[in-house]
């Protein structure tokens, strides 16, 4: 039995059933998935009627024209190309698209460009992971991010929506996938330039650039396919303690070429020096002694930095900081960004030094107290500190002046009388001396009193004899009192003319000895006695009196006569 579709095709004329159903459903071969030229005959609400030749007229979606919002960008009687994607539908139109017929026009462009390794213009138009999308005229594309520019793009929004040239790198129309690269074409481009520009590159030259990257010691500029070093110093003549105060990544700056190796291609570069030298005239705007209020700008353990007006910056020595604070480092005295007052001491152009006095601009402390306290008048103030050889005492809140050990007491010694004194302790005292060069006030709190030795003093000669009183007795000498109040010492030698009596030890403490006066100290209150001395004068006036080197007599016989004598008269 025959089949019915041999019957159908017998029914037919032998003619193929499957072609023919094939055209009344919409599925001829011969026009499905082609690009066809086509006019437009009117347009509707939705769809742009079409004329593309065939029995049936085609419609093409208004969408396909324009975004949301927008008039589509179509009129009736424009030609245009459009891709048929089904033949008719149920409604007998002819199913158009305008954005296929685009992207095949373009898939075949593409595909040439990318075999003769051409550049192709897209423009980036969306996000995805890992990258953007870019239409390429219809076709489009995956830009990765690495691929997006030469370095890593912060942000990408001014590239968006910007026609712009791209390096196809694959592509497979089978699974519609193209990658391209911006980096590629910047790459080359940056490469036709470098070397555009080496060779024309000369010392002095000013340059356009931006800022690459930024270093502790510097920034580096890209100069259009070459980098050039913008050393910290060379960017302002200000002080600049780091580049990111001035600079930053992506930031336009104009530079000049100071340095150029063309063995190394190294490049150096400068911005300040496109600005006038504040160095210039500092020495007539800034002789010694004037004074300048200025801003710290750095602070070193051997003193600060002030900045007179941008680019100029002179040193105040730690010794020009503070009349009183000595051994203080700068940072307790001064801050950064402080406004302070300085005077000029010196200025060197030629070094680009200005020496700075922060202490001159101030009344000298020594100076103001002379001024105020004459010496012999009486002060008064806090023990701010006890050492081994004294006390110093607060006079003002910048300045101590000293009493030393010596200037406690008339009577006791200077260990015993600092032991009556604690700091904090409020005592009254004298000036004795004021050298304002030397920073130093002396001050004595015995000579509130008057010495009780004066008298005693004023009344003892040297060469007189007087009755002493040992109060100590010490190998070298034995230690005395005259009068009660004076001091005296004996040497051992000078314990008694004959060498075997030399002994300190033959006297006792409270023992009275007759002892004359060698030397009288009228500063230290002290008086250096010998005994020995008295007697050999004794013995001279004794042979003077009793007898002579003529008379026969033994010296024995004469002081021994004249001993007798002394004692009957007593």
């Known amino acids: 039995m025959a089949s019915a579709t041999t019957q159908t095709a017998d029914h037919f004329g032998g003619e193929d059933f499957a072609s023919l159903l094939d055209e009344t459903l919409g599925r001829d071969t011969g026009f499905d998935g082609s690009v066809v030229s086509g006019r437009v005959i009117r347009l509707t609400d939705e769809f742009a009627i079409v004329d593309v030749g065939l029995k049936s007229e085609g419609r093409v979606s208004l969408k396909e024209f324009g975004p949301p919002g927008v008039a589509p960008d179509v009129k009736p009687g424009d030609v245009i190309e459009l891709y048929v994607e089904r033949y008719e539908d149920r409604d007998g139109l002819i199913v158009l698209s305008r954005e296929k017929a685009r992207r095949e026009e373009a898939w075949t462009s593409l595909e040439k460009a990318f075999e003769g390794n051409q550049r192709v213009n897209g423009t980036i138009y969306g996000r995805v992971k890992g990258g953007f999308t870019v239409d390429l005229g219809g076709a489009m594309a995956f830009l990765p991010g690495s691929q997006v520019d030469i370095r890593p793009v912060r942000d990408v929004g001014p590239l968006m929506g910007v026609p712009q040239p791209f390096q196809i790198l694959k592509m497979d129309r089978a699974r519609g996938n193209i990658v391209v690269s911006r980096r590629a074409v910047l790459e080359e481009t940056r490469a036709e330039q470098r070397s555009e520009l080496i060779q024309g590159l000369k010392e002095g030259m000013i340059l356009d650039g931006v800022v690459k990257n930024i270093t502790d010691y510097g920034a580096f500029v890209d100069l259009g396919g070459v980098d050039g070093l913008l050393h910290v110093t060379d960017i302002a003549w200000k002080r600049i303690n780091h580049p990111s105060e001035a600079l930053q990544i992506g930031q336009p700056v104009r530079v000049q070429v100071i340095r150029f190796n063309s063995d190394t291609q190294r490049i150096s570069l400068g911005m300040k020096q496109l600005e006038a030298d504040p160095w210039e005239n500092v020495a007539i705007k800034y002789p010694p002694g004037a004074r300048y209020t200025g801003r710290v700008t750095n602070i070193t353990d051997y003193g600060a930095f002030v900045e007179l007006e ?85 006079l003002s809140a910048d300045i101590d002046g000293m009493v030393h050990m010596s200037d406690l007491s008339w009577d006791e010694t200077g260990e015993a009388a600092m032991a009556h004194y604690e700091k904090g302790q409020v005592v009254q005292a004298k000036v004795l001396d004021i050298d304002v060069e030397k920073e130093r006030i002396s001050l004595g709190i015995k000579q509130l009193q008057d010495d009780p030795a004066a008298d005693a003093l004023g009344k003892v000669q040297k060469g007189a004899v007087v009755t002493c009183i040992v109060t100590a007795v010490q190998s070298n000498g034995i230690e005395v009192k005259v009068d009660d109040v004076l001091t005296g010492f004996i040497r051992r030698a000078e314990l008694a003319r004959d060498k075997a009596d030399q002994r300190p030890e033959r006297f006792a403490v409270g023992e009275r000895v007759d002892a004359k006066v060698v030397t009288v100290d009228r500063a230290a209150r002290k008086l250096a006695l010998t005994i020995r001395g008295r007697e050999v004068e004794e013995d001279k006036q004794a042979i003077n009196e009793y007898g002579s080197s003529d008379s026969g007599a033994s010296l024995g016989d004469i002081l021994g006569a004249a001993i007798r004598r002394r004692n009957s008269e007593g």
Not at 375 to 393: A, H, K, P, Q, Y
């Open 310 to 394: 941008p680019g100029v910056e002179g040193l105040v020595h730690v010794s020009e900081m503070s009349w009183t604070k000595k051994n203080v480092h700068p940072g307790k005295i001064v801050a950064t960004s402080q406004e302070v007052d300085v005077m000029v001491l010196d200025v060197d152009s030629g070094k680009r030094r200005i020496s700075l006095g922060l202490k001159q601009v101030q009344r000298n402390p020594w100076e103001l107290f002379a001024e105020e306290h004459k010496v012999g008048s009486i002060v008064e103030g806090e023990i701010r500190n006890i050492t081994e050889f004294g006390l110093f005492v607060g």
